[in-house]
């Protein structure tokens, strides 16, 4: 069966330096996304692409994030400058249509020293 | 309020046994509906997507009432494999279908014990 892959499995990283999370969606998956799960608390949607672009964000998704797909497979998520507070489980998603099931990936572990 | 919303358990329950878990969500905006289970420090699996008809899949019924905004899962003859949280989701999508989002609930956890 198809599966999203993302890598690294964890990272660690001093307080502001920029840290690049990637995944790989199912092939003929169109629509990507980013979630993140703190410890102990719910999984929280942070950004949706399509067609290459943005289609929405929330409110966590600020400057210091960005996301891109530098190809046909790979779609990454930057952190610019991390924080603490950034330190996380970090999960990409992908779906083949906007009401279709997403299907997730394993997740990157990142904590911030 | 919150957007979906969940009793966080624990339900322990003998192995056998029948449990159900309640979901309700505010966003009348919610198009599509699913349960996913979360195994610890795992990702969150699709279980299953839930249809106001009702649907099953073997042991494991859902059932989602739009006009309450409420949601259902029901797990039958419950294994010692079905430990874990499971998660009440909703998607949420723009008028223009333009883009979605999912919102989880926090989750229930399921502890089952021989």
């Known amino acids: 069966e198809p599966e999203v892959t993302q890598t690294p499995s964890h990272q660690v990283t001093q307080m502001g330096q920029e840290v690049i999370l990637r995944c790989v969606p199912i092939?003929?998956?169109?629509?990507f996304y980013w979630y993140r799960q703190i410890l102990g608390q719910k999984v929280e949607f942070l950004v949706s692409f399509y067609n290459n672009e943005i289609s929405e964000k929330s409110e966590i998704f600020d400057d210091q994030f960005s996301v891109e797909r530098p190809d046909g497979s790979n779609f990454t998520l930057k952190i610019r400058s991390t924080k603490l507070e950034d330190s996380a489980m970090y999960f990409c998603?992908?779906?083949?249509?906007?009401?279709?099931?997403?299907?997730f990936g394993d997740g990157t572990r990142l904590s911030i020293l | 309020r919150k957007e979906v919303e969940q009793d966080p358990g624990p339900f322990n329950v003998p192995e056998g046994a029948t449990v159900a878990f309640n979901c309700t969500y505010s966003n009348s905006a919610s198009q599509s509906f699913f349960w996913y289970r979360q195994d610890c420090r795992k990702e969150p699996k699709l279980l299953m997507s839930v249809y106001s008809s009702g649907n099953e899949d073997g042991r494991f019924t859902a059932q989602l009432n739009r006009a309450s905004q409420y949601i259902s899962l029901l797990i039958r003859d419950s294994k010692l494999s079905d430990s874990a949280t499971y998660l009440c989701v909703v998607n949420v999508t723009s008028d223009s279908g333009g883009y979605n989002k999912l919102i989880f609930g926090a989750g229930t956890r399921l502890a089952v014990h021989p």
């Open positions: 092939s003929n998956h169109l629509y």
């Open positions: 998603a992908s779906s083949e249509g906007v009401s279709q099931p997403q299907h």
